[in-house]
């Protein structure tokens, strides 16, 4: 395959996302995360392995900036915190090493940002069920058919392959576009900007 081929193969998986109909509800999510951002409820966010450097990106993004500057968002990554998570998997297990980060960051109306290429990451569907059971809106961020975390979701962004580097290109733009709808709609001043 060359580099042409692709970039070809990557513009076609973005043009099968543009017509997927679940991005339909897209302004309904925007709208509750401004809801729960706003309040300053967290969203949290995880993900394992490359889904663990996207859940970094996104964290980044919203309490640094995307591209305006503005006042931080309230948004943690639960992947980041290596000692609470190395100890929790350590020592209990490490299907639980989110849902137990959840429980104690989690905050009713808060919100949740999951992220499973294949939607059937253990520890990522614990997480989900935690923050449910917290009321917290759960957004699942998958690929295929969003898997067993499917059903633990509020909202399901799926990109349709099965292709793991694909799906996560898929998830890139999927998250930029929501960093760049959430900073549009959250632009606070910061006095850090001045």
Request: aromatic share 6%; hydrophobic share 40%.
């Amino acid at each position: 395959m060359t580099i042409h081929d692709y970039l070809k193969r990557s513009a076609a998986l973005c043009e099968a996302l543009a017509h997927d109909p679940t991005l339909n509800y897209f302004p309904l999510l925007v709208k509750d995360l401004v809801e729960h951002l706003s309040a300053q409820r967290p969203l949290l966010v995880c993900g394992n392995g490359g889904s663990a450097a996207d859940a970094l990106h996104i964290t980044a993004e919203l309490v640094g900036r995307f591209k305006q500057r503005r006042q931080a968002l309230p948004c943690l990554c639960l992947n980041a915190n290596t000692a609470t998570l190395s100890a929790w998997s350590n020592d209990v297990g490490f299907e639980t090493a989110f849902a137990r980060q959840v429980e104690a960051y989690g905050q009713s109306g808060g919100a949740l940002l999951a992220i499973s290429t294949s939607g059937n990451s253990a520890n990522i569907i614990a997480a989900a069920k935690q923050a449910r059971a917290q009321q917290m809106t759960v957004i699942g961020l998958s690929g295929r058919n969003g898997g067993a975390l499917a059903e633990h979701c509020d909202y399901l962004l799926c990109v349709p392959s099965d292709d793991t580097a694909m799906i996560q290109q898929g998830h890139q733009c999927l998250y930029h576009y929501l960093c760049e709808q959430l900073e549009t709609a959250l632009m606070t001043p910061s006095p850090l900007d001045q």
